[in-house]
């Protein structure tokens, strides 16, 4: 098996070692899964193109270390449960045997509809647990995933679809999320009207079963495709660097990009860091909270868990419905051991009020986590004493859709605890703090951009179809390291804590949105000449999404105008993107050469107008006065 660090020394130990040998520690950690054909060299690397490669010419399926592995000691065990968004539905279980079967029923289901190693498959649908059947059933014959969250509105959908020309869209027909009802398959309809012209197949999921219109020879129904196929898919053999996934993300410039993922590595690097991180034990209940469309779900509802053979609970609705107990209902009732989830959540629900914790005894808590913003202390502190007990440690884990899987996090119960701090790298994992000119902050107490200056087995290979954007976006504004887009500070011990990002990305409940994106949308509506965006402090949320817009004429209902741009934002990105201030401004502060001064706008969102600094030398010194007089905040 995967090591597991049990002690501190024996961190100490595998992260220096991981350092003074990467090539033996990862060989060593990879031996245990099954290979068809071993690796011939452990690694490749170099950053500058970039090219990286991990267990060069190694030959597996990931699917056959998920599922049929196994099948001898575990195949009774439950793999995934899965809580539907009615609390008085019935909960689906899949042991390990019966995933396997559902996999390759699935798996021959897409071979009969022409798909085949290498094509792309897209996937817009709900936490159902036929998305983590028809992922495992790609990822079984070799066909590329591309999971695009179900709360991205059609256009967005549309641009994913044709920038990773997809052969076939699976979906489901409607979804029921909180108190929601969500059209999904017209969502689908409506982005297939926009160009998409490599989807030849929509496959259908009947989740609600309410009405639905099918295009005849292109939509199927996934009872009638699935049900019937033989339960005996073999897996295709894959290359350790053959692409396993995309995942769109968001940068500070441009449309989404395809983060891709490749076979080896991934895999690897998520049952390293899920053992670890968690502090895994056999028969360990695991929850993760995340939408499988982001990568906290593909790497910890599917792959880490089903890798290291746990039992992965995967939940429909959301954490307020149909009450602020939800989770801590489902924890007791499915008797997690270890629970994760994202600060966003447990402000809402810590913001509820404690009664609705208080009549949970959450005994089998063991473990919890929290990703993908930084956890306030506030928020750390009621996490700790209110669902863990004081008796369950917190890991507050950093890593990002480009990295696959965990790369800054406490271990459980061997590193010390310190609220706010993601603290110490996982071995194999080497961060470095730079200034602006890319020198190295050496030393402890200091500050900077974070880096990492060596690969990791599942760092991003490439951004799909652009491989100078993946070269220019991470690799190229320091020299011979990956750049994280984040700020961190290292403490007088070592530990790291994140501050947020240095980009133009904004962190909203954990949703990464460009604010160039937001601008664009905006930018759409007709009355709207230009517009800026930045992010400012939400209680709930971490970050908002404070808008200044000029328009065209001068506005004669503000409010009228501000739903308009929210309704637009919507149509084009989705809900998660709406700006939640929107302000209508005169002009934008500018610099003599047009750049706008982004550093202004965000004071002005954070409430702090007392130090703007010099503002005389912009081309436009006057409205600034404008905008702190009309400041929403
Ligand atoms: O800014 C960091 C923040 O989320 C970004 C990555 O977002 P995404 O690719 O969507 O992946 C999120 C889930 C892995 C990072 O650049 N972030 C993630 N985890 C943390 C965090 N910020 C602070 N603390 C964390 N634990």
């Known amino acids: 098996m995967t090591l ?8 100490k130990a595998a992260w220096q070692r991981s350092v003074d040998d990467p090539e033996g520690f990862w060989a060593e950690q990879a031996a245990s899964f099954q290979w068809r054909k071993k690796w011939k060299k ?67 289901a897409l071979k009969a509809n022409g798909i085949g190693k290498g094509d792309r498959v897209c996937f817009y649908m709900p936490m159902v647990p036929e998305l983590a059947i028809a992922v495992l059933a790609c990822a079984r014959i070799g066909a590329v995933h591309s999971v695009v969250f179900a709360g991205f509105s059609a256009t967005s959908l549309a641009d994913r679809i044709k920038d990773a020309t997809c052969k076939m869209v699976i979906c489901s027909d409607y979804n029921d999320r909180g108190p929601k009802h969500i059209p999904v398959k017209q969502i689908v309809d409506e982005a297939l009207e926009m160009g998409c012209d490599s989807v030849e197949t929509v496959i259908v999921h009947r989740n609600t079963g309410d009405a639905l219109a099918m295009v005849e020879g292109r939509d199927k129904w996934w009872h009638d495709e699935v049900n019937h196929q033989s ?53 360990d209940v695991f929850w993760c909270t995340a939408d499988i469309g982001w990568i906290t779900g593909h790497s ?57 914790t208080e009549p949970y005894d959450l005994k089998d808590i063991k473990v919890l986590g929290s990703v993908g913003e930084p956890i306030n202390a506030e928020a750390w502190h009621w ?20 990295t696959g899987g965990i790369l800054i996090t406490p271990l459980p119960g061997i590193t010390d605890q ?20 890319g020198t190295e902050i050496v030393g402890n107490d200091v500050e900077g951009m974070l880096c990492i200056k060596f690969p990791w087995p599942s760092i991003l290979r490439t951004t799909y179809g652009d491989h100078e954007r993946c070269r220019q976006t991470y690799f190229s504004t320091f020299k011979n390291r990956y750049f994280t887009g984040d700020g961190a500070r290292r403490d007088e011990d070592g530990r790291y804590r994140i501050i947020g990002r240095v980009d133009d990305v ?22 709207v000449v230009e517009s800026a965006v930045v992010g400012y402090p939400h209680d709930i949320k971490g970050q908002g999404i404070y808008a200044y817009v000029i328009t065209s004429h001068a506005v004669g209902n503000v409010d009228t105008i501000t739903k308009e741009i929210r309704d637009v934002v ?60 009309g400041a929403l905040r």
């Open 42 to 108: 452990v690694l490749e690397w170099d950053f500058e193109q970039p090219d990286i490669q991990w267990f060069i010419g190694g030959k597996l399926n990931i699917t056959e270390n998920c599922l049929d592995r196994h099948l001898a000691t575990r195949g009774d065990q439950t793999a995934i449960r899965w809580e539907p968004n009615d609390p008085d539905a019935p909960v689906r279980s899949f042991t390990y045997k019966e995933l396997h079967t559902e996999v390759c029923k699935a798996a021959n």
């Open 506 to 527: 904004i962190n909203v409940s954990g949703h990464r949105i460009g604010t160039a994106e937001v601008e664009n949308a905006i930018n759409e509506h007709p009355d």
């Open 300 to 356: 910890y509802i599917i792959y880490g868990p089903l890798l290291a053979g746990a039992t992965s609970v995967m939940f429909e609705g959301v954490p307020t419905y149909p009450a602020p107990d939800r989770f801590w209902q489902v924890c007791e009732k499915h008797k997690v051991n270890i629970f994760y989830t994202a600060p966003t959540a447990i402000r809402a629900l810590m913001a509820a009020g404690d009664q609705w």
């Open 383 to 402: 996490y700790d004493e209110k669902i863990g007990k004081k008796r369950a440690p917190i890991v507050d884990t950093w890593w990002q859709t480009e």
């Open 570 to 629: 919507t149509r084009i990105i989705g809900p998660i993107a709406k700006p939640d201030i929107i302000q209508i401004v005169p002009g934008l502060p500018k610099t003599r050469s047009g750049k706008i001064m982004r550093r202004i706008l965000r004071k002005v969102a954070e409430g702090d107008t007392s130090n703007l600094g010099d503002t005389s030398t912009l081309l436009n010194p006057e409205v600034v006065e404008d905008i702190k007089t």
């Open 418 to 437: 310190k609220p706010t701090f993601a603290s110490y790298p996982m071995p194999g994992v080497q961060p470095v703090l730079v200034d602006q000119f």
């Open 231 to 283: 339960a005996d898919c073999p897996a295709e053999e894959m290359d350790a660097e053959d692409m396993l996934f995309i995942l769109y993300t968001s940068g500070s410039t441009g449309k989404p990009k395809g983060v891709v993922h490749t076979c080896g590595g991934y895999m690897v690097y998520t049952c390293f860091t899920f053992r670890n991180a968690f502090q895994y034990s056999d028969g």
């Open 4 to 11: 597991q660090i049990k002690t501190l020394d024996e961190y």
